[in-house]
């Protein structure tokens, strides 16, 4: 009779009946995403739109010259537009394009992406073209070909850059292997190269029109399920025929200070690396990020020996407004030397740094010591408010402040620079974001940038300052 008793019991609990006098409810089924809204013939043949529409103001930010309105001083006005189309004529198989349109307004600055700081314009281009194989619920393997995305991780070497009115992506080949639990993706491709008023091509193609035959590949794995939260390993590799200075769609910094490096030289090197996340929903409220990488390998006819780290703690209270604390630790070698024959600057890839490293987009990771510390709260339902503090040091004088972009330096490289103070200063930054619907998203900000030692010991050094205004409707 023990084991019909058993069987009785272990059905009625998972029925939800009543045993014992307790009555045992089945867990709700975790909510699924809402259809799109441009579907038809069953989800075989989908489309989506997304504008949006974004207003700043700059202010110092490139100068550090308040007595001088340059040409990157101003408001300007961005406008992003990306209609795509998915076909899935069966449940393996799915065939996506989606074409962009990217402008600038107002300001005055270059209407040629990247030039003195500008957006710039990419009329109705193709943003992304791939064919997918792929059933993970039926078989754990699949295959993505053509023109996409590749982000891993926080994207702080890979990301799609979507803070950009233009954005990134590649022309590559991926292979993806998907088990609970497990993650692992192996790809090569080249960057897609934003040209003005042409079609953009990809970089192994001539895309920049100078031939820089940049291939990229890499292999990520991820484990999703651990006790704390997860866990990635990865190495990437970079193959570039030969460099150019003018490609902001990611570039090797290649020194801005090592005299001996060419730009004609090949560089081939690798970047191998772990990322770690804990969960606050599996440590009670704790959180903590860390990424390590080190880079070898040749950049541009030099050595390349660097390395770059980040760590971060932060805790999520159990209260009203769900108060967030967190602070982190940044850091990238930079060159100490720039006659040995040798780069220590590490190299950025092709990251996603505008969540990181102050919205103002004044920094990069390499050559960087950074702290920041993080304050979020959400008052009402879909709206959070944050506001970031982050001071920033060089990590070598010898070397260069580099940009967000990793190829722009803040301040030529010379005896003034190299006897300055580490000190660059510091960023304090307010964002408010608000998901108004399912449909319509906004967020808006305000910064302020404190000069430091470094600024006052090469040059003009005044404040500089940021605000902007987004809305996005997607649909």
């Not at 084991?3 to 699924?32: D, E, K, W, Y």
């Not at 001088?68 to 209609?83: E, P, S, Y």
């Not at 954005?167 to 934003?194: E, I, N, Q, W, Y």
């Not at 260069?400 to 960023?427: D, I, K």
């Amino acid at each position: 009779m023990k084991p019909r008793i058993t069987t009785l019991f272990a059905a009625a609990l998972l029925a939800g009946r009543v045993v014992a006098g307790t009555q045992v409810t089945p867990s709700p089924p975790p909510p699924s995403d809402p259809q799109p809204l441009l579907s038809f013939a069953g989800g075989k043949v989908v489309f989506d739109v997304e504008e949006r529409i974004r207003w700043e103001m700059l202010d110092n930010m490139y100068d550090f010259n308040s007595g001088k309105n340059a040409t990157t001083d101003g408001n300007f006005v961005q406008q992003r537009l990306r209609i795509g189309m998915m076909l899935k004529p069966t449940d393996w198989l799915k065939i996506y394009a989606q074409a962009q349109d990217s402008r600038e307004f107002f300001g005055g600055r270059p209407e040629y992406p990247g030039l003195s700081g500008a957006e710039g314009n990419d009329a109705f281009n193709l943003r992304q073209a791939y064919i997918e194989i792929s059933d993970y619920a039926k078989c754990p393997w699949g295959l993505k070909l053509g023109r996409q995305e590749l982000t891993f991780g926080d994207e702080r070497l890979v990301g799609t850059f979507d803070w950009n009115n233009i954005g990134r992506t590649f022309d590559a080949a991926k292979l993806s292997f998907k088990k609970p639990g497990f993650t692992l993706d192996v790809f090569s491709g080249t960057p897609v190269v934003v040209t003005a008023k042409n079609f953009d091509q990809s970089d192994l193609f001539n895309g920049d029109e100078q031939n820089r035959g940049l291939v990229f590949s890499g292999i990520y794995a991820s484990l999703t399920d651990l006790t704390f939260g997860s866990a990635d390993f990865y190495t990437f590799m970079v193959d570039e025929a030969r460099g150019n200075t003018s490609n902001a769609q990611g570039g090797l910094a290649a020194a801005v200070n090592a005299g001996s490096g060419s730009l004609k030289a090949h560089s081939d090197f690798a970047t191998i690396g772990t990322r770690v996340k804990g969960d606050p929903k599996k440590l009670n409220g704790w959180e903590f990020s860390g990424e390590f990488a080190y880079q070898v390998g040749d950049l541009r006819g030099l050595s390349l020996n660097a390395f770059a780290g980040t760590f971060g703690l932060g805790y999520n209270f159990d209260a009203p407004w769900k108060p967030r604390i967190y602070a982190e630790y940044n850091y990238a070698s930079g060159d100490g030397n720039s006659g040995d024959r040798k780069i220590g600057t590490f190299q950025n890839l092709f990251p996603t740094n505008h969540p990181f490293y102050g919205i103002m987009d004044l920094f990069s990771w390499q050559n960087l010591q950074n702290t920041m510390l993080s304050f979020k709260v959400t008052p009402v339902k879909d709206v959070t408010m944050q506001v970031d503090y982050n001071a920033f040091w060089l990590a070598n004088t010898n070397d260069t402040w580099y940009r967000a972009n990793g190829l722009t330096a803040v301040r030529p490289l010379n005896n003034a620079a190299r006897g300055a103070g580490n000190y660059c200063g510091s960023e304090v930054d307010f964002i408010v974001k608000w998901k108004v619907n399912r449909f319509l998203s906004m967020q808006g900000g305000c910064s302020r940038f404190f000069a430091g030692d470094y600024l006052k010991s090469t040059g003009f050094s005044s404040d500089a300052n940021f605000a902007y205004v987004q809305a996005t409707i997607k649909f």
